[in-house]
């Protein structure tokens, strides 16, 4: 799991440096579950979603890592307020962009450049919009479980 931790902070790093404008990039705990969500607008939320294994022999695995990062920024302005300006109603937008240009084919480790396989809304509240990105990545698993092998080296039949 070590790997998995170091690519979401590659990711972290990588978004806090090229998309200054996001208040607060960090791990996905949950925050935006929260009645009054503790976090700065806009942010970027980074989990993992599903590592899938598969065996390659030898003991080898590929590991194919989904990420998940969640974008929220506040909502609209109720219809009895002014309008929004049209930059600040599309702002997540340019946002969602800068971050997918950001993040696809993106690696800082042994792993897979990232690809970006999806973008959709996942809510709209009174207080906040959000979307969220999925990326993949990959990356070679050398497993060592601590067994020994053994070969056998000759076998005797006996018959009677």
């Given at each position: 799991?070590?790997?998995?931790?170091?690519?979401?902070?590659?990711?972290?790093?990588?978004?806090a440096e090229r998309v200054p404008e996001l208040a607060c990039v960090d791990k996905d705990r949950g925050q935006l579950?929260?009645?009054?969500?503790?976090?700065?607008?806009?942010?970027?939320?980074?989990?993992?979603?599903?590592?899938?294994?598969?065996?390659?022999?030898?003991?080898?695995?590929?590991?194919?890592?989904?990420?998940?990062?969640?974008?929220?920024?506040?909502?609209?302005?109720?219809?009895?307020?002014?309008?929004?300006?049209?930059?600040?109603?599309?702002?997540?937008?340019?946002?969602?962009?800068?971050?997918?240009?950001?993040?696809?084919?993106?690696?800082?480790?042994?792993?897979?450049?990232?690809?970006?396989?999806?973008?959709?809304?996942?809510?709209?509240?009174?207080?906040?919009?959000?979307?969220?990105?999925?990326?993949?990545?990959?990356?070679?698993?050398?497993?060592?479980?601590?067994?020994?092998?053994?070969?056998?080296?000759?076998?005797?039949?006996?018959?009677?």
């Amino acid at each position: 799991m070590d790997r998995i931790a170091a690519i979401l902070s590659n990711v972290r790093t990588q978004l806090a440096e090229r998309v200054p404008e996001l208040a607060c990039v960090d791990k996905d705990r949950g925050q935006l579950a929260c009645e009054v969500p503790p976090v700065e607008w806009p942010c970027a939320l980074l989990d993992v979603e599903n590592v899938d294994y598969t065996q390659e022999g030898g003991g080898r695995q590929m590991a194919d890592v989904q990420l998940t990062i969640t974008v929220a920024d506040r909502g609209p302005a109720p219809a009895s307020e002014l309008p929004a300006e049209p930059e600040d109603a599309c702002r997540i937008l340019g946002l969602l962009g800068k971050i997918h240009r950001s993040l696809h084919r993106f690696a800082a480790g042994d792993y897979a450049p990232l690809s970006c396989t999806n973008l959709r809304k996942v809510g709209t509240d009174s207080s906040y919009e959000c979307y969220r990105l999925t990326c993949r990545t990959a990356f070679e698993v050398g497993c060592d479980t601590g067994a020994t092998t053994s070969r056998i080296q000759d076998v005797r039949l006996r018959m009677e």
